[in-house]
């Protein structure tokens, strides 16, 4: 009875931190979906489930020195705490689509694809093919110097935003383009920089 009560809080911590690192991997795929405001109860569970599992596996350790809970649970914390989780999605999104966001480029650039959105004259909705390109409803903007190109990886509200900006002549984006004020700004390849307003 004892050993299954170990086995249980063993699987308990194992499941409780699994649940952690596939929201710090997938949280900006799960908000594009259900929006920040539907995420709070989701990382609220999730949080307060390891939490709780947390404490019961330091009291276990205490109580019965066992070791194998609490550790997975530290080794979690120390992972969330310190592993670039948010940074390693979009480095992928950024290598994986990069190709795909010259394509629209490419279509911009030539005037096949224009701003197509009645209330902004800088918008631009993505054909269907490309909606996957640009979160927060498949749309970029144009810069009003009609050189840069953004696409947003998180598009929040009023000047909260982040992106992929594309610059043909390989300037770097000034702090106030697209009408942001950019915290970060960081080169990601030729003609590519990430941008961060918050």
Do not use: C
């Amino acid at each position: 009875m004892k050993n299954l009560k170990h086995n249980r809080l063993f699987f308990l911590s194992l499941a409780s931190s699994i649940l952690v690192i596939l929201i710090a991997f997938f949280q900006w795929n799960l908000i594009e979906i259900i929006t920040e405001f539907l995420m709070l109860p989701i990382w609220l569970v999730v949080f307060g489930f390891f939490i709780v599992i947390t404490v019961k596996t330091i009291l276990n350790l205490f109580k019965n020195k066992d070791w194998k809970p609490f550790t997975i649970q530290l080794l979690t914390t120390i992972l969330w705490l310190f592993f670039p989780f948010t940074q390693v999605m979009l480095n992928l999104d950024f290598k994986m689509n990069k190709s795909e966001r010259e394509e629209v480029v490419e279509m911009v650039e030539q005037g096949t694809l224009k701003p197509n959105v009645s209330y902004d004259s800088l918008l631009i909705h993505l054909p269907k093919k490309y909606d996957q390109l640009s979160k927060g409803g498949g749309e970029i903007v144009i810069e009003k110097n009609g050189n840069l190109i953004l696409f947003f990886t998180y598009r929040g509200i009023l000047d909260n935003f982040s992106g992929f900006v594309y610059s043909p002549n390989d300037k770097k984006p000034s702090q106030s383009d697209f009408d942001g004020d950019f915290k970060q700004i960081e080169k990601l390849d030729e003609n590519w920089y990430f941008v961060g307003s918050y």
